[in-house]
């Protein structure tokens, strides 16, 4: 059974949502705004995503780039609004498909098997991350260097797999906050510090040369420098 995260902060529009799709055997998480929905995604297994673009206080296009920070899951984006620049602006910032209010039920499940036929396997391919003999299996959580693998905390993992898959990117503390523990988190700055040494510490003690890689921009926050 696919599992469908459904953003809107109307909740008319979620509830028909989750009628039009359910009967098909889809099985749907439903977030009120954009926050609500990066929190399920972080939390659980999601197959595809249904976003709605006018929401207050984070808008459709800002949580589909914050779910492109941390996700490759398939987004079709939801709009009232047809205007092309819209539909282009979406695509942008990483959406897989666009649909314009109203719609119609068949059209909709239409949208969601073709984005899900043509994202399978990019996601089947995108199961690992790889570098310089660094494996990070994502969906087992594990990680190995040489064939040993090295334990990680869960936000640990997500923080080199950010990184891995943003080479080059320089992340502000602020910025990484906001993608692994939300917007509204409580946890201060220096917890990315924290979790940064520990990935230091765990990566060298495997003999993985982590200071060519993983650099502290002063000031700033932190990059993985690409090997090329």
Known sequence: MKNVLL????QRMLELL??????????CFKAKSGEEGLELLRNEKVDIVILDVMM?????WTTCEKIRGIS??????????????DVVKGLKKGADDYLSKPFNEQELLARIEAVIRRTSGKLKTGEYLQFEGLVMNKSTFQITYQNKEILFTPKEF??????LKHQNKVFSREHLLSILWGLRSETEDRTI????????????SANFPVEKYLKTVWGIGYKWVSKT
């Open 72 to 85: 490759d899951v398939p987004i079709i984006m939801l709009t009232a609004r047809s205007d092309k620049q």
């Open 56 to 60: 207050p206080d984070m808008d459709g």
């Open 158 to 163: 997500d923080l080199l797999s950010l990184f």
């Open 7 to 10: 953003i809107d902060d109307e």
């Open 18 to 27: 989750y009628l039009y799709i359910t009967p098909y055997g889809y099985n």
């Open 193 to 204: 510090d924290s979790h940064i040494r520990n990935i230091r510490e765990k990566l060298r």
